[in-house]
């Protein structure tokens, strides 16, 4: 059987620090009130006019680097974000400009928190169906600008930031136990779709953005952050059961859990449930990027890599909960 393989990692993050304190002096709140919800220290913007493609760029070439692979040899660009450069294209057809790849099928998905989930499906199947083998996962959010620098908006801007992550996957033969990306567990419910949302430039309107619109606010990320928790500390822990019971496997054999930096908090309660030990297993980088929506998991588990918490043989289970509601788990075995 194909197997789908991360050959090469690469991560990006601006470097423009938004600390808490500095976030004191917008608005109203304070570093303690941020560290003691969220468990963030600080996060990063993009300067300005850097778009979500050039914040993908950086990423996409160091995954290439890293797994030793021409540009050229990539058969699929992936691309996840929340908010691409344009409404349209996507900025898959950006990045595949930028990195000098035209004629490359470039693809963009919208699924949030949960988009390197989501991706790897997508780059397991087409692998699987024998279609491609070798494929670009990129994942890339510029959320700095959709956030409301004032205490109206203080519940989002605490808690977002922006960073890219890429990884290439590759085709290699082998059998369920080898290394490669393994059982998948997706999930989405709309019935929630405006808890966590940016609502305009929107169809259901002509024109479909408005100096009024803008007037009114409607242009920021909205969110219900209680009904978000809410859900997030149930559908995180039931989608971990369900993906390892996929797989055939028990917690014990799971070496590294590699969840969604949502919130440190909602880390911490997955952990409790489960009962997980946060330091050992449940990674968390969350105090340094904030939440990085669907670049979250990749840049964890860049660093994890980085910092020898992933060894070949280990079992990996990732797992997001976000807008949408969308959510889902995955094991790699590395
Ligand atoms: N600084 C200070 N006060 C803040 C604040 C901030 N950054 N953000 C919100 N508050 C205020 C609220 O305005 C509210 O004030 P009020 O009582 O005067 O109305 C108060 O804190 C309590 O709000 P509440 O929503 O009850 O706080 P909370 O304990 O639920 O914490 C979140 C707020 C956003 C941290 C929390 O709801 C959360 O973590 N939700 C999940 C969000 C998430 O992970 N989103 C991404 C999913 S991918």
């Known amino acids: 059987m194909k197997k789908a393989v991360f050959s090469g990692m690469g991560m990006y993050i601006p470097e423009t620090i938004v600390?808490?304190?500095?976030?004191?002096?917008?608005?109203d709140t304070s570093d303690e009130w941020i560290t003691e919800r969220t468990g963030i220290k600080e996060r990063h913007k993009v300067k300005p006019g850097e778009g979500t493609a050039a914040v993908a760029l950086p990423a996409a070439v160091m995954a290439l680097a890293n797994a030793k692979m021409a540009k050229?040899?990539?058969?699929?660009?992936?691309?996840?974000?929340?908010?691409?450069?344009f409404l349209a294209p996507g900025s898959g057809a950006i990045l595949n400009e930028m990195l000098g790849v035209p004629g490359t099928p470039a693809v963009d998905i919208r699924q949030a928190c949960s988009g390197f989930i989501f991706g790897m499906s997508m780059a397991k199947a087409y692998i699987q169906s024998g279609l491609y083998e070798r494929i670009l996962l990129v994942t890339a959010e510029v959320q700095s600008v959709a956030l409301q620098m004032s205490t109206e908006g203080r519940d989002t801007a605490a808690l977002f930031g922006d960073g890219a992550a890429a990884v290439v996957i590759i085709a290699e033969d082998g059998h369920k136990d080898s290394a490669g990306i393994g059982s998948i567990a997706l999930h989405s419910d709309g019935r929630y779709a405006e808890d966590l949302s940016i609502q305009i430039p929107t169809?259901?309107?002509?024109?479909?953005?408005?100096?009024?619109?803008?007037?009114?606010?409607?242009?920021?990320?909205v969110m219900n952050g209680r009904?978000?928790?809410?859900?997030?500390?149930?559908?995180?822990?039931?989608?971990?059961?369900?993906?390892?019971?996929?797989?055939?496997?028990?917690?014990?054999?799971?070496k590294l859990v590699i969840p969604h930096q949502a919130n440190l908090r909602i880390s911490e309660a997955v952990a409790?449930?489960?009962?997980?030990?946060?330091?050992?297993?449940?990674?968390?980088?969350?105090?340094k990027y904030g939440n990085t929506t669907s670049a979250s998991i990749p840049i964890a588990l860049f660093e994890a890599v980085q910092e020898g918490k992933v060894k070949k043989g280990d079992l990996i289970v990732m797992a997001a909960f976000?807008?949408?509601f969308s959510w889902g788990a995955a094991i790699y075995k590395w």
Do not use: C
């Open 19 to 27: 600390t808490n304190k500095q976030l004191e002096v917008l608005m």
């Open 72 to 85: 050229e040899d990539i058969q699929l660009i992936i691309f996840s974000t929340i908010a691409g450069d």
């Open 203 to 221: 169809t259901r309107e002509t024109p479909f953005l408005s100096e009024q619109m803008i007037k009114d606010r409607r242009h920021w990320v």
């Open 227 to 254: 009904n978000v928790f809410k859900h997030a500390i149930t559908k995180f822990p039931a989608v971990i059961n369900e993906v390892m019971a996929l797989e055939g496997i028990t917690k014990d054999q799971v």
């Open 272 to 287: 409790k449930k489960m009962d997980l030990p946060m330091h050992s297993v449940v990674y968390s980088n969350i105090h």
């Open 322 to 324: 976000g807008a949408g």
